[in-house]
């Protein structure tokens, strides 16, 4: 990935770890960053945005249109536009046309004056649970914050809108139990760069069998990819692949989101394998280079 400029570099420096227990005693309630990978319009981040604004100001900057798994990737090669939406009581909205972690940097060193007191990304229209939240835009935007040490949280919700399809998603409950969760995020305080995966089964309220905090699972996919050709006779292709079931991980959090819990992952920037740590150094990791380096001794 190309570097960034000191002048970013310099701007992230100031943006330290909250402290636990801040945003409880502000006049204007708790400053919150929204942000999302299914685009501004999208139901979710909507129902979200009323949900938080009763408990604090709502600033969204998400995406002009849909960049679901779009990862963690930032737009360094070409410019990003940006405007603003609208401002009503508690809530302002701007659209970029950047990915999801492009709407984050931009919120906390272009749009917001002061730091946000959580960072939250959703509620997705479908889930982020186990190595899908590597793909996951929703994710990225989170962890963007919670690599500043910004509290984040993730929050999807177990839906799809398929055509003929009856069924209605639960945003509203969703976004009610986030506004709920917040300020126990502020005042219990969170690990430094450590973000909670949130994701939610689409049923109503009364069907949801409770709260457990999950380890990350382990979803299955069948390969596709297929093959066609455009006008000119050249090759294009359509990646793809259908949901195959996850692997049976006790107590993980596809597990838990499918017997119809809330499921509650915390996440940690660091991915270093400690376990394996040690037995990695016994390899034979020099290599010709200790050959070369006997022989300047030499």
Known sequence: MASRTKTNTAKSAVLSPIAKGAG????????????????????????LAKALSRIGHVTIVAPEREQSTMGHALTLHKPIRMFHVSEEKRIDQWATSGTPADCVYLGLRQVLKTRPDIIISGINNGVNVGNDMYYSGTVAAAREGAVLGIPAM?????????????????????????????????????PPHCLLNINFPNVPKAKIKGVRVSRQGFRIYTDKIEEKRDSRGKPYYWLGGLYAGFRPIEGSDCEV???HYISITPC???VTQYEFMEDLSRWDLEGPLATRSRSRRG
Do not use: M, W
């Not at 942000?35 to 501004?40: K, P, Q, T």
């Open 257 to 259: 989101l499918d017997k």
């Open 268 to 270: 940690k920037i660091d």
């Open 24 to 47: 409880k005693k502000k006049k204007d309630g708790i400053r919150i960053l929204l942000s999302n990978d299914d685009g501004i319009k999208s139901p979710g981040i909507q129902a």
């Open 154 to 190: 993730a929050t999807s919700l177990d839906y799809h809108a398929e055509p003929g399809s009856k069924t209605k998603p639960h945003f509203e409950d969703a976004a009610e139990y986030i506004a709920h969760l917040v300020p126990q995020v502020l005042e219990h305080g969170i």
